[in-house]
């Protein structure tokens, strides 16, 4: 989609539909609407959207050399995802209107960057369909120019960029299982590290085997489509780099514990943590960032058959560590288990994210619109909450007590991959997690609930069904704000 800024005022604009967003009840303060000849379209078009959130209305009388109006209402208080709502419906009806181009007129708001690259996002977000697999197709996209009084342009491309990386990472993660398996997200890594400052490396077969990775080893063993560990370096800075560790299940039938059928298809998006780091890391890299980051995205296949691992089991986890199997369909605390301790060994990052579709309870306690946090590092914490709020994608912080790690005791082994009962569900999971890392800052985020649109996901206009590609907007605007 084409996006481009200019410092004008907006009728001087040559545009098919020229968009207002406003909180007004009148239109005497809707800047550059002071033209005698569309002053009555315009009030009479504010008075009927009154500063109702998300309403829109356009003009129906058609001046001659007026472009279209349209006025989008953004309610009486605004929070830091409004503008990006409001802006994904006036692009969607614009692309409705079949315009080839649509302007937006940047609200008069304190922060006009922010502003801004909440109206790009919107427009592109709301305007992404996944129609690979489709005869029908998406109709096409209007050009989108943003009119501020500010320049703005190394915002927009910004901001062009980040939406790019969303689309990049739901166009992978909506990926259906059967095209999208492990080798085949090595492939996307692959392509990714054309860009001169991004190495990748493939680890699969005997790498892993003998490499001792036995949580991925496990889990991988059942499917015919082996498993891999995608390494992506970014090097654009000095020192240590911070990791970026993903949940890449491409699909989990739970293995020999089988989930039940019922919304089975919607684990195709248990790969959406993987598909996350990867769509940063190529958007970090498109942006130049001054930072090290270094990406690591456990993938294998989970699947019951004679190869399968069992309840039962004993496994060896990279490190040492051994795990009871309680439940097969724990499995991504096992992947990952494998992929914190060897980030830590191999990278000695300054600091480890990890994101992954990890546990139902997570949707239990938080919904569909907040990502569980658990972290050892009070300041990573607030540094991500910080970078939630701004993005609006949202996280809440969970404990992890050290009496939570009594919960993952083996009478066994050292660790077991399930507790008892169903309490504290995302923290014991968490608790694994932790219990891989020896001293290295970690966060963990499960996006169980936040990785694709379920019920009771709320409605955004920038969110269409299937693969939100949460945590990209988060992670890219905490590595921005971390190059101190
Ligand atoms: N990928 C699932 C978690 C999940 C379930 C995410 C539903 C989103 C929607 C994970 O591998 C899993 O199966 N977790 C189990 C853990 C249990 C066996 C301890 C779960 O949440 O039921
Ligand atoms: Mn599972
Ligand atoms: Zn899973």
Redesign the pocket.
């Known amino acids: 989609m084409n996006v481009s800024s200019i410092v004008a005022d907006p009728l001087d604009v040559e545009t098919d539909l020229l968009c207002y967003i406003t909180s007004s009840r009148s239109s005497s303060d809707v800047y550059g609407l002071k033209s005698v000849d569309i002053s009555s379209i315009a009030e009479r078009c504010v008075d009927d959207l009154n500063g109702r959130l998300g309403v829109i209305v356009t003009s129906t009388t058609l001046l001659n050399s007026t472009p279209r109006l349209l006025f989008a209402g953004s309610g009486s208080s605004m929070n830091p995802d409004t503008l990006r709502d409001v802006a994904g419906t006036i692009s969607k009806r614009a692309q409705e209107l079949g315009v080839k181009q649509f302007a937006i007129v940047c609200p008069d708001v304190q922060d006009h960057h922010s502003a801004a690259s909440q109206i790009v996002e919107g427009c592109m977000l709301a305007l992404y369909d996944f129609d690979a697999y489709k005869a029908e197709k998406a109709d096409p996209r209007p050009d989108l120019t943003i009119i501020c009084r500010h320049d703005i342009k190394k915002t927009v491309r910004m901001a062009k960029l980040t939406a790019e990386g969303v689309i990049y990472t739901r166009n992978i993660s909506n990926q259906p299982p059967n095209e999208c398996t492990p080798a085949r997200l090595a492939e996307f890594a692959e392509v990714i590290s054309q860009n001169k400052k991004v190495e990748c490396t493939i680890l699969a077969g005997s790498d892993l085997t003998e490499g001792g990775f036995g949580g991925i080893n496990a889990v991988g063993q059942g499917s015919a489509n082996t498993p891999r560990l995608i390494i992506l370096e970014y090097k654009g800075g000095s020192g240590p780099p911070i990791a970026l560790v993903g949940k890449a ?1 491409t699909f ?1 039938t ?1 293995g020999i ?1 089988i ?1 039940p059928g019922e919304r089975m298809d ?2 195709k ?2 790969k959406c943590g993987g598909c996350t780091v990867l769509g940063t890391i190529k958007t970090i890299s498109e942006m130049n960032l001054p930072i090290n980051v270094v990406g690591l995205i456990p993938s294998v296949e ?1 699947m019951p058959g004679g190869q399968s691992y069992r309840p039962g089991d004993i496994i060896r986890l990279y490190g040492g560590k051994t795990t009871e199997i309680v ?1 097969t ?4 605390r096992l992947i990952l288990a494998d992929a914190l301790a060897y980030a830590e060994e191999q990278f000695s990052p300054r600091c480890m994210i990890d994101l992954a ?7 239990i306690a938080l919904g569909c619109d907040t990502a569980g946090m658990i972290s050892d590092n009070d300041e990573l914490a607030s540094d991500v909450c910080q970078s939630g709020i701004r993005t609006a994608e949202n996280v809440w912080r969970l404990p992890l007590n050290p009496d939570y790690m009594e919960m993952i005791k083996s009478k066994v082994a050292d660790i077991r ?3 008892p009962g169903r309490a504290a ?1 995302t923290i ?2 968490a608790a694994f997690l932790k219990s891989a890392i020896k001293e290295t800052p970690w966060l963990h985020l499960d996006i ?2 936040t ?1 694709w649109m ?1 019920p009771p996901s709320k409605k955004r206009s920038y969110n269409k069904s299937g693969a939100t590609g949460f945590g990209v907007r988060l992670l890219l605007d905490y590595l921005q704000n971390s190059t101190h």
């Not at 369909?329 to 991504?332: H, K, M, T, V």
């Not at 579709?357 to 949707?363: K, N, S, V």
């Open positions: 299940v989990d739970g514990s989930k919607e684990m998006f248990d989970n439940n369909d724990a499995e991504g579709t990890l546990t139902g309870a997570c949707i991959n399930l507790v569900g014991a999971a169980a609930g990785a379920q």
